[in-house]
């Protein structure tokens, strides 16, 4: 690579990290209003059940109890999966941007390969088919890896919904 060849990549990367870390600044934007949601519903909450305490009428506090535990499982699960999906599109763009930079540098060994089989006569196809074929492997495993860590995230995910619901069924007045 040239200078001119480099300073053009980098460039590109400049750009790539650029849009990736406002990528990274919106996520954190829609996470902290869905963080300030619950912290303004939470101190409504609390406002109702301190002036219920405030007034002795303990089966209104009893009331808004049982209400806000019953809102606080709905709500968790709704914030639950923003945060999943807000954090899946960001996985997914790092994936996808890996990806794509792991098929420029086979591209690249290709070329080079090829480049030099005609340079190298004699074993350059068997080298040539070696690092082909490693290259290949590696991005089966990336794909295969990227699979495998979605198929955690989801079981995470229907792990933590059963507790939930496992954990409200018990809550509910009998």
């Known amino acids: 690579m040239d200078h001119k060849e480099i300073q053009a990549w980098q460039q590109e990367k400049a750009k790539e990290l650029f849009t990736y870390s406002h990528k990274l600044l919106d996520a954190a934007k829609e996470l902290s209003e869905s963080h300030l949601a619950e912290i303004q519903w939470g101190m409504k909450n ?9 007034k002795n ?25 923003k945060v999943k999906s807000v954090l899946k599109d960001l996985g997914d763009d790092a994936a996808d941007e890996t990806e794509k930079h792991l098929e420029k540098v086979r591209n ?11 340079k190298i006569p004699g074993q350059a196809d068997k080298l040539s088919k070696v690092v082909h074929e490693m290259s290949t492997a590696g991005q089966k495993m990336f794909k295969e890896g990227r699979k495998i860590v979605n198929q955690v995230a989801d079981a995470a995910e229907k792990n933590i919904e059963e507790h939930l619901h496992k954990t409200a069924a018990k809550k509910k007045p009998k």
């Open 57 to 81: 009428d303990l089966n209104k506090l009893k009331d808004l109890q049982e209400e806000a535990a019953k809102e606080t499982a709905k709500r968790v699960s709704v914030y639950q999966k």
């Open 108 to 118: 690249s060994l290709v070329t080079w390969l090829e480049d030099a089989e005609s």
């Open 46 to 54: 609390a406002l109702e059940s301190a002036k219920s305490a405030a």
